[in-house]
């Protein structure tokens, strides 16, 4: 399978990563808004192309994995590029989803393309989890819980605080709400009671640091409905300590059965993540792989993880998926 990256920032390079370790995948080109002669990536041979000449690669690349962000760039370009590609994107803005798969599902159907949007791992495995667990278990609880982990949204909200040089937010599940869930306890949880949030700041040199400090934390739609706590540290902590993005968190359904219900049960998925881009990354490339077999099978429109049968995600046949994982 011949992929095509279009943007190469912290997901295209993890795309890249993601590539390498798929024998089945080749990378064909990356595609850039960029300078091409400025943008170095790390597999050798391998052409960078501006994006403005990307009509010219439509049949040189079987999935196009379009690496951009949600407020802005994927509403644009999933359905411009489905017009000439198979694509794949990692929409993750959930309030939008029904509007970008319509949008989407119109041009991927007009050009006979197939598109997958909202691939990674929320939207994308927790969302599978729990659908499955609302099927298997119909009477009872969903609760999804973020963290510990990055959220890149809420760093640069307080990175646009006045006086503040650089920042990065933490998500974190509050431990006993986690708990009460896990015990079966089906508690109803306020926003406050579920996650805290953790800031870490360089500050400008002479800043007013209780001023920064009372912004971030009565910061509408970011910080005013939690528990959140703004540590202030130099440059120096700042690139020891918080250069890396991890992230991760928990899908639980917790449910009924038995004719008076009279037994419960706990369904949970967990990730623990180094790198959210990788294994969004990681997530993409396995996607993609679906839905080039699919269009070989002559389907097209939009689909998304829900539509996709877990064994067209695997490199291995159906013999050896039910010798060795069934």
């Known amino acids: 399978m011949r992929v095509g ?3 190469y920032g912290n997901l295209g390079r993890g795309v890249e990563c993601a590539i390498k370790q798929n024998s ?8 850039t808004r960029r300078d091409p002669s400025t943008v170095k990536i790390l597999t ?3 052409p ?21 962000g949600s407020a802005t760039d994927l509403p644009k370009m999933t359905p411009e ?9 990692s929409f993750d803005t959930h309030a939008n989803i029904p509007t ?23 939207p994308g495995m927790f969302s599978l989890n729990r659908l499955y667990a609302n099927c298997i ?23 646009r605080v006045n006086g503040v040089k650089n920042g990065k937010q933490y998500t974190i599940p509050v431990p006993e709400a986690i708990e009460a869930v896990r015990n079966g306890e089906n508690p109803t949880l306020t926003t406050r009671q579920k996650h805290t949030r953790e800031c870490f700041v360089v500050p400008e040199e002479g800043a007013d640091l209780a001023k920064i400090e009372q912004e971030i934390k009565t910061m509408p739609n970011y910080f005013d409905e939690y528990d959140t706590t703004v540590h202030f540290i130099t440059e120096e902590e700042f690139a020891r300590d918080h250069a890396g993005i991890p992230h991760g968190g928990f ?27 990788e294994f969004t990354a990681s997530v993409i490339v396995a996607y993609a792989r679906a839905i080039n077999r699919l269009h070989g099978e002559g389907v097209n429109g939009c689909k998304t993880v829900f539509d996709i049968a877990p064994a067209y995600l695997s490199p291995l046949s159906g013999d050896e998926l039910r010798a060795h994982l069934l």
């Open 81 to 89: 590029y489905v017009k000439y590609f198979n694509v794949i994107d």
């Open 137 to 159: 278990l119909p009477e009872g609880n969903d609760y999804t819980f973020w963290g510990k982990g990055v959220s890149q949204g809420h760093s640069d909200a307080i990175r």
């Open 44 to 46: 050798p041979g391998v």
């Open 48 to 68: 960078v192309v501006s994006v403005s000449d990307i009509e010219n690669y439509k049949d040189k690349v079987d999935v196009l994995i379009i690496c951009g």
């Open 100 to 122: 970008h798969f319509a949008n989407v599902d119109k041009a991927a159907k007009e050009t006979g393309h197939i598109a997958l949007i909202s691939a990674g791992w929320d």
């Open 251 to 277: 899908v639980f359904r917790s449910g009924v059965t038995g004719w008076e219900k009279e037994h419960k049960h706990v369904i949970e998925y967990s990730l623990k993540l180094d790198s959210n881009p």
């Open 24 to 31: 089945d995948v080749e990378l064909a080109y990356v595609f």
């Open 5 to 7: 990256i279009l943007g």
